[in-house]
């Protein structure tokens, strides 16, 4: 009974294979078969890892992996904030030099701390400023420099190469900004210069009275026409354009857009953004739809949105591709924008946005009494000139009737006094001379 037991041991120590499952098949890793005749003895048994072939691991690599090892407070997460953002109300960096200290704040760095907190499970990390691009700030999760970056870093193609992200909490979107100061034009100084500008207003006032309907359809197909026309007009005239310094949106205008290199111009500042925009040192801005909000936000009486809205970019939190924690920040990220919280703190950031150029335009746009004054001084004097006609006309004419009348009876007075005996009468009738006043004597006299 122990020969064909110690037989099948044998056979099964021979034929005992080291084997690896991949998708592709089975590896050969290691065997132990070195045996001594039919049923000998093994010869040489070792158990040495040095004898076993190459392991490769899920995806390909040879490297063994580590595995991931979730944040503690003596480790805790390394995350990037990007130092060149143009918006400080997304990232806002201050440095204390007298204190030795880094303030991060905005509107990222507060819903990532409301995000973390709605986690299952205790997340510290340290947020650590980078001065670089946003392009290099992405690559640094590849080179295992940051465990997660936070921050307006748009979600692009070429940046998947290198990490992943989550849902994007903002709106995707490139906008066309451009300025709509009016030109107030030269004073009018002459009177008649004036009065010529009131009949111009008058008859616009007619014309826009009996051609309403047209005029509406007109403008309503010219409010439509910019989202065709405003980029290929931009082209046309070899316009300058500005846009932020974020790589991506450069590259979008060159290969999509297909705008000159040359005619483009980076800005690091909305301030700077705004002074050349309104100077006409550029004729439009591409902004990113967050940036484009709070742009206009700031700046509501000078710029405004034309054009179509591009779908591109949108922010999100980038971390390393496989990362357990992206799941995880991604639901809660979700969390936040189903029950209304991310769409409360956007509104608070817009409206903490007081527009810095309140009654710039009220000279333009505001009408009063007085925009009108030349308008109703015509008006009085036509009107005041009418009336001196229509009296002095109606005054004529009674006059008139007054004399034709008086004349009519003066005639019939004499033809009734040439009849009488009363020679003496008669003889003074016919001395009299026929005018008006000498008729009228000769009545009284009578």
Request: charged content about 15%; proline content about 5%.
């Amino acid at each position: 009974m122990d020969t064909p037991f110690s037989l099948f041991s044998l056979l099964a120590l021979v034929l005992m294979l080291l084997l690896e499952t991949a998708a592709a098949g089975s590896v050969d890793i290691g065997a132990d078969h070195q045996v001594k005749g039919i049923i000998g003895a093994i010869v040489d048994h070792s158990l040495s890892m040095k004898d076993l072939g190459q392991v490769f691991w899920p995806g390909g690599s040879s490297n063994t992996p580590r595995g991931w090892n979730l944040p503690t407070n003596s480790k805790p997460l390394r995350v990037g904030v990007p130092t060149s953002s143009i918006f400080k109300t997304y990232v806002d960096i201050q440095y204390d030099q007298l204190k030795n200290e880094t303030s991060i704040s905005g509107l990222a760095i507060e819903l990532f701390n409301k995000t973390v907190r709605l986690l299952l499970f205790p997340l510290p990390y340290d947020l650590i400023p980078f001065n670089g691009t946003y392009d290099e700030l992405v690559m640094q999760i590849d080179l295992k420099n940051f465990d997660a970056i936070v921050g307006d870093v748009a979600i692009i193609s070429s940046r998947y190469k290198y990490a992943e992200f989550t849902q994007p909490f903002t709106e995707a979107g490139l906008f066309v900004c451009f300025s709509f100061v009016l030109n107030k034009g030269e004073r009018l100084h002459s009177n008649l210069s004036r009065m010529t500008m009131a009949v111009w207003l008058f008859v616009a006032l007619v014309l826009t009275q009996i051609y309403t309907a047209n005029l509406a359809s007109v403008l309503t197909t010219q409010a439509l026409e910019p989202t065709v026309s405003v980029i290929e007009s931009l082209q046309k005239s070899n316009a300058v354009v500005g846009h932020t310094q974020a790589s991506f949106v450069k590259r979008y205008l060159v290969n999509v857009l297909h705008f000159n290199p040359r005619n483009m111009k980076h800005y690091t500042s909305p301030e700077a953004l705004a002074d050349d925009l309104r100077n006409g040192a550029v004729a439009a801005i591409f902004l990113e739809s967050p940036g484009a909000k709070l742009f206009l936000a700031r700046y509501c009486n000078t710029f405004t949105m034309a054009g179509p809205t591009y779908k591109v970019g949108g922010y999100g939190f980038v971390f390393p591709k496989g990362s357990p924690l992206l799941h995880s920040v991604t639901e809660a990220l979700l969390n936040l924008s189903e029950t209304g919280k991310l769409r409360e703190l956007e509104n608070s950031m817009i409206a903490a946005q007081n527009c810095t150029e309140v009654g710039i335009r009220e000279d333009i746009n505001s009408l009063s009494p007085d925009s009108f004054w030349a308008l109703f001084s015509l008006t009085g004097c036509i009107s005041t000139l009418a009336l001196i006609v229509y009296v002095g006309h109606s005054k004529w004419e009674s006059n008139h009737s007054i004399f034709a009348n008086w004349i009519l009876m003066m005639s019939v007075i004499r033809s009734w006094a040439n009849t009488q005996p009363n020679k003496l009468f008669s003889k003074n009738v016919r001395k009299v001379p026929e005018t008006p006043a000498n008729t009228l004597q000769l009545w009284t006299h009578v």
